[in-house]
Every structure is written in C-alpha cells, then in structure tokens.
C-alpha cells in the first residue's frame, strides 16, 4: 500500500515552500530545517552571494557532504564484510578445535581406562609372584630339610661312573721353529734375522 502523499510548509533561505513527500511530516520539517542551515551558513561565509547563488553552493557542499559518507559507509561495509568472513573464519575454527578437543577427551578417557586395566594387571601379577614366591620358600625349606637328613652323601655320588674317564688334552704353546720346520720354511734365515 502506497504511503499518503502530504504536503509540508516550509522556510528555507527566507522563501517559504511547499513540500510534497510520502515521508512523515517531522522528518521533512527536519530535512527542509538542515537545508535553511546550510544556506544560511553560506551566506554568513560569503555575504556578496545572491540567494540562488547561495542555495546552489550549499547543494554543492551537501553533495560534498553526501558523496563522503558515501564513501565512508563504503569502507565500512568493507570491514563489515571482512570482520564477517573472519567470524565465520573463527567459528569455524571454533568447531574444529571443540572436534579436537572432544577427540583428545576420548583418548584421554580410553588411556585411563588402559591404565586401570593393567594396574589391575601388576596387580594380579605381584599377587602371582608373591604367592610362587611364598611356594618357592616351602620347596627350599623342604629341600634344606631333606638334605639335612641326607647329609652323609657324598657330592661324588651323584657323578655317574659307567663312563671311562675322557683323556685329558694338554695344549702347549708352539714354538716357531716348530712351525717353520713343519711346513718346509728353512729355519736358519729366519732365526738369524731375530738374533743380533
């Protein structure tokens, strides 16, 4: 539905006017009241200006004007759109690290889990242990006892005396002139070399 069309007396640069806008009627008072300003201010600046002269050079300075905050909200939009794209950089990066964060919670959880297991482990294990341990003792307590009572044998019985007794090999040193006479060197020259 299209707004209602109004009409709006105004003053602007000592002329009244009549407005006609589809706008509230306050924002084009305000509108008509910046436009008196600017004419007034450059006919303060600039007295030897007639009023269309004047009217003229405050539309140049409110262009002026409209043509900086253009480009001003320009750049804005810019970093409007770059801190955008770093956001959804950072939430994204967020994401990923609570997946790492959560992956690293689960092995965490399953390495404990595998420390309890082999706790229990040594655990069972030193209970093993102590108990051969406690076993081993009763045998060496048994042994001990049993070789107290058969104390008058002798460590020779247990040798076993059905076997001949191997010859007993005597190594001795070789001599060189053995040596050299055993595989036909003449012995001379070589032994005069070593005497002075």
Not at 66 to 86: F, K, M, P, S, Y
Not at 106 to 131: I, T
Not at 160 to 166: K, L, M, W
Request: aromatic residues 4%; proline residues 3%; contains cysteine.
């Amino acid at each position: 539905m299209a707004d209602k069309i109004r009409k709006v007396s105004v003053r602007i640069g000592g002329m009244s006017y009549q407005l006609v806008s589809a706008a509230d009627e306050e924002y084009t008072r305000q509108i008509a009241a910046a436009a008196d300003e600017m004419i007034r201010r450059v006919m303060q600046n600039n007295p030897q200006l007639s009023q269309s002269m004047s009217a003229i050079l405050a539309l140049v300075n409110a262009l002026d004007d409209l043509t900086r905050l253009r480009h001003e909200n320009a750049g804005i939009d810019d970093q409007r759109q770059l801190h955008d794209r770093q956001l959804t950089e950072a939430r994204n990066e967020l994401s990923r690290l609570r997946e790492q964060n959560w992956e690293i919670k689960k092995e965490v959880l399953r390495l404990n889990g595998l420390c309890k297991d082999y706790e229990a482990l040594l655990v069972q294990q030193r209970e093993q242990s102590l108990s051969a341990d406690t076993d081993d003792a009763a045998c060496l307590d048994d042994v001990d006892a049993e070789s107290d009572t058969n104390s008058d044998i002798k460590p020779d019985a247990f040798m076993s005396t059905d076997t001949e007794a191997e010859p007993e090999i005597q190594l001795t040193q070789t001599n060189l002139e053995d040596y050299l006479r055993a595989n036909d060197w003449p012995v001379e020259s070589v032994c005069d070399d070593d005497q002075p």
